[in-house]
């Protein structure tokens, strides 16, 4: 995700049918892995010793899961639903690790409205596509303000 920065999309509550689908594409960058290490300290050799992750079973290093979470807030936030949005909760679901270098897909359908608040409930799902598999899933209610 090494893009020039853009101005948020924005989607309007009344303008989100349920069923509505959106996605985009996130890459495990070297630059997302050294931001993630600089701002949260989270060096458990599991992510950052290769010999160590090789030794547990596994390729190479295992990037730390709440990239994922990093991914879905930019999703949520500047593509979509946008700038109107606010994220209230998020559950998600570990299926599969990811690893430096792998491309994911990140897929939201809108699966219910709640008119009384504003808010829509979004089923995610992040498909690591250099992988073929799925590395999480989970659901998301994410508050739509009105444009002030």
Do not use: W
Request: charged share 20%; glycine share 6%; hydrophobic share 45%.
């Amino acid at each position: 995700m090494s893009e020039p920065l853009s101005a948020p999309r924005i989607f309007r509550y009344p303008d989100i049918p349920v069923g509505m689908k959106q996605e985009r594409d996130y890459a495990i960058t070297p630059e997302v892995r050294e931001h993630f290490l600089r701002a949260f300290h989270d060096h458990s050799p599991l992510h950052v010793d290769s010999a160590y992750a090789k030794a547990c079973g596994y390729p190479d290093c295992v990037m730390h899961g709440s990239v994922l979470n990093g991914f879905l807030s930019h999703f949520v936030g500047m593509y979509f639903p946008g700038r109107l949005s606010l994220l209230l909760a998020v559950d998600l679901r570990f299926a599969q690790p990811s690893f430096l270098g792998d491309l994911i897909r990140l897929e939201a359908v809108v699966s219910q409205k709640l008119d009384a608040r504003r808010v829509i409930m979004l089923d995610v799902s992040f498909q690591n596509v250099t992988r073929n598999c799925l590395a999480a899933r989970g659901r998301v209610q994410v508050l739509l303000r009105e444009e002030s």
